[in-house]
């Protein structure tokens, strides 16, 4: 089992950056991948960022190299730069464990930029 505890989340203005930090707990050794996932209202859940345990990563087109996902042990980071109205949404911290193969997730965290 993983837990998962997003926190970082907050109001900014456009233009401006958020950090922010998902710990994991539990059977950290087995997690493969860690990932942070958006849901806007109305939209469907979005892929933002993800990152391996080799440190490899890959990022939505949307992203446009404002952010940054990293990982230190049982810390997983995103580092939102330029953020814009668009990035409005409530942020998911995900975790992919192998054996036994599953799925966790954070319980979210609010992102809100204003023009």
């Known amino acids: 089992q993983v837990q998962l505890v997003e926190s970082g989340g907050g109001l900014v203005h456009a233009g401006e950056s958020l950090r922010l930090s998902c710990e994991a707990s539990?059977?950290?050794?087995?997690?493969?991948?860690m990932a942070w996932y958006r849901q806007a209202p109305g939209q469907e859940l979005q892929l933002v960022a993800r990152i391996a345990t080799t440190g490899a990563t890959n990022y939505a087109d949307f992203v446009k190299g404002r952010f940054t996902i990293s990982r230190d042990n049982a810390m997983v980071y995103l580092q939102m730069n330029s953020l814009e109205p668009d990035d409005t949404a409530v942020y998911y911290c995900h975790s992919t464990t192998l054996s036994p193969l599953r799925n966790y997730w954070g319980q979210g965290t609010q992102v809100t930029v204003s023009s």
């Open positions: 539990g059977s950290i050794s087995s997690i493969a991948t």
